[in-house]
């Protein structure tokens, strides 16, 4: 296995790890076996289904580096626990970084930085905006950086692996969902897929739009915002004043616990 292969392999599993959690981790007979879509040789076109199976221990303690978006959330902390306990596992060294939200993009391109200067070998990047990071990672790549990214969707830029949800495809079955679960009833709906410019929101919102498209559910408004509660709720709030006739709010976790409390509140 080439030196690149074999970091490329580390960093997927510390991801990966992420997405199931073990509940002795240090055991790799604890591990709970699952599938993934991988793309062949970076090429979403070529898709096919494998069993992932973590490697037992790192060749070498390699010197890696992750940059979050921020650590606000359940969601990132669940990644950062998952990335570091598989780090530990490997045996490598690891930096961890956030930036503190989805409006801090000039302190990740700091801490993208930060990381090279460090001497990592590889960078993890959940990247705030894709093309905000472009071109950082493509200096990355001529520098033979191992660049993977985490959760967010990097499609456009050059870089080693991605390991990411389908963004798209989630908001249209969410759609595809709510037609089935409402039938016939006619209904008013807003999204809030969460910051624009991040490339997922717009991708997770395109999604749920072209479902949309037909039935009887009617997209009334678009509301872009950082992924928070409190964020949301002033969303959520300032939306069930505009449209009186609201009866479907739709969007990520932040939003749908937003809006709990706000309906609540407006006595709906």
């Known amino acids: 296995m080439t030196k690149k292969r074999a970091l490329q392999s580390v960093l997927a599993a510390a991801f990966l790890s992420s997405v199931a959690v073990l509940p002795n981790a240090a055991q790799a007979k604890d591990w709970w076996p699952f599938k993934i879509n991988a793309a062949k040789g970076g090429d979403l076109k ?38 570091v306990e598989e780090a530990k596992r490997l045996g490598v060294k690891l930096t961890v970084l956030q930036a503190g939200g989805y409006d801090a993009l000039p302190k990740q391109l ?28 493509r200096e990355g790549n001529t520098k033979g950086l191992v660049q993977i990214a985490v959760a967010n969707p990097i499609l456009e830029t050059p870089i080693t692996a991605r390991i990411t949800p389908d963004t798209y495809q989630k908001g249209f079955q969410e759609g595809e969902y709510l037609k089935k679960y409402l039938g016939d009833k006619k209904t008013t709906a807003i999204g809030l897929p969460g910051p624009q ?59 749908a616990e937003a ?5 609540a509140d407006a006595g709906q």
């Not at 990381?115 to 705030?128: E, R």
């Not at 809006?259 to 309906?263: F, G, I, M, R, Y």
């Open 46 to 83: 070529k898709v096919e289904t494998i069993d992932y199976v973590p490697l037992e221990k790192a060749e070498k303690p390699w010197n890696l580096c992750v940059l979050f978006p921020h650590l606000k959330d359940s969601y990132w902390v669940s990644v950062d626990y998952g990335i």
């Open 110 to 137: 700091s801490q993208y930085d930060d990381c090279v200067a460090s001497g990592a070998q590889g960078i993890l990047v959940a990247a705030i905006s894709e093309a905000g990071l472009a071109a950082k990672l």
């Open 197 to 255: 410019g991040s490339g997922w929101a717009e991708s997770y919102m395109a999604g749920f739009r072209d479902s949309t498209e037909t039935g009887n559910i009617k997209l009334v408004a678009e509301l872009y915002g950082e992924p928070g509660v409190p964020q949301s709720l002033r969303l959520v709030e300032d939306a069930l004043q505009t449209y009186p006739d609201l009866n479907v709010i739709w969007g990520g976790a932040a939003a």
């Open 259 to 263: 809006a709990v409390s706000a309906v």
